[in-house]
């Protein structure tokens, strides 16, 4: 107290007011050193009430309503850059890779994340398993550009020490995106989606069985038939084994028949075992 007094007066302050709470203070304190007794416990300071919780309200996305498809598909683009419910995560890398092919397209194939070659190129299905997607493409008579391709996750799954290695997203990546790939059907309304591998499964169907277990049937996301089968990096591993490319291929001839596209007997026999 008597420190403070001398920095007021230094100041040049020569009067401090005293309400009589501090005056009767003041009294007790005196009374009680010429007694030669212990200063009475200083009276209890009422805490402030902490202040009240802001809840950060969550991020949502905007999904535009007018314009042409190649627009809105743009609009999303532009958030996807930049969403910070993915970003907040700290388990994705920093390039967005979005959407490639045709807004007006019939079928739309839906994979899992960016790989190495996704990101450096920041197009979907450009690396290993891309090319051989394209290859089953041109079997079924199509190219890149009349199809929609895009990922359920927008950004690279990250690794310690990561190099060329890729690994599929966990559930809250996968939660983080999904808003974007709901958007895009949305917007691109195809007349079948064909999911590629288990995270899409998940994502677009919220089933989490193996994909052998799921696949060969048909099932339906906001109206629109969907093919559930192998991921194309999935044949890359089982190279020497035609059952997993003779199940995706199946799917895609269901594709094609839903479509009413032609097939011929030729496309019918791919991956059959040889007759001896």
Known sequence: MIEFLKAEQARGVSHVLLDEDARQGLRDLYRATAKGGKSPPAPAVPQAAPPPTVETPPVVLSVPGGGDKAARLAALREQAEHWQPARALGTLRGTMVFAAGNPDAKIMLVGEAPGYEEERQREPFVGSAGQKLTRILQTMGLSRDEVYLSNIV???????????????????????????????????????????????????????????????????????????????????RSELDLTPKRQLWEDMLAVMERLEMPITEKQRGFFLPKSQ
């Open 154 to 236: 927008k950004f690279r799954p990250a690794t310690p020490r990561q190099a060329t290695n890729n690994r599929p997203p966990n559930p809250q990546e996968i939660a983080a995106c999904l808003p974007f790939i709901h958007a895009e059907v949305a917007i691109v309304r195809p007349a079948c989606i064909v999911a590629l591998g288990a995270t899409a499964a998940e994502g677009l169907l919220g089933l989490t069985a193996p994909v052998a277990s799921l696949r060969g049937t048909w099932y339906e996301h906001n109206g629109i038939p969907v093919r559930l089968t192998h991921h194309p990096s999935y044949l890359l």
